[in-house]
């Protein structure tokens, strides 16, 4: 079974860090371009940031300069590095794989998606 692992949420004070871990299980992400989205109570999911197969990356304005996305190919993993966080970054944060071309930003177009791991910032 295909699956996507979000792991490393949790609760952090504004301007703190927090790193994000993506895994694939059962199937080999450095096949696939990565994002991440994340989804506060009551909003749409929002894109955050993608990376494709070559690691050529783009962030959403609102985290650039703060997040950052990565990959491990050799751990098969993708990582979100997220620092100077803002109460307004709380949210589900999921990670979706795309087998396709480009970076895209609508979620539908993702093919499959992790169950999410929260992440609260708040003092």
């Known amino acids: 079974q295909l699956q996507l692992v979000e792991s490393g949420g949790g609760l952090v004070q504004p301007g703190g860090s927090l790193r994000l871990s993506c895994a694939g299980s059962g199937f080999t992400l450095n096949y696939y371009a990565v994002g991440w989205f994340r989804q506060a109570p009551g909003e749409q999911r929002e894109w955050v940031a993608t990376i494709t197969r070559g690691g050529f990356t783009d962030h959403a304005s609102s985290v650039k300069g703060r997040f950052t996305i990565s990959r491990s190919n050799a751990w098969n993993m993708v990582y979100l590095q997220m620092n100077n966080l803002k109460p307004e970054d709380t949210a589900v944060y999921y990670c979706?794989?795309?087998?396709?071309?480009?970076?895209?930003?609508?979620?539908?177009?993702?093919?499959?998606w992790g169950q999410g791991t929260q992440v609260t910032v708040s003092s």
């Open positions: 979706a794989a795309y087998r396709g071309v480009g970076v895209p930003r609508t979620p539908q177009l993702y093919d499959y």
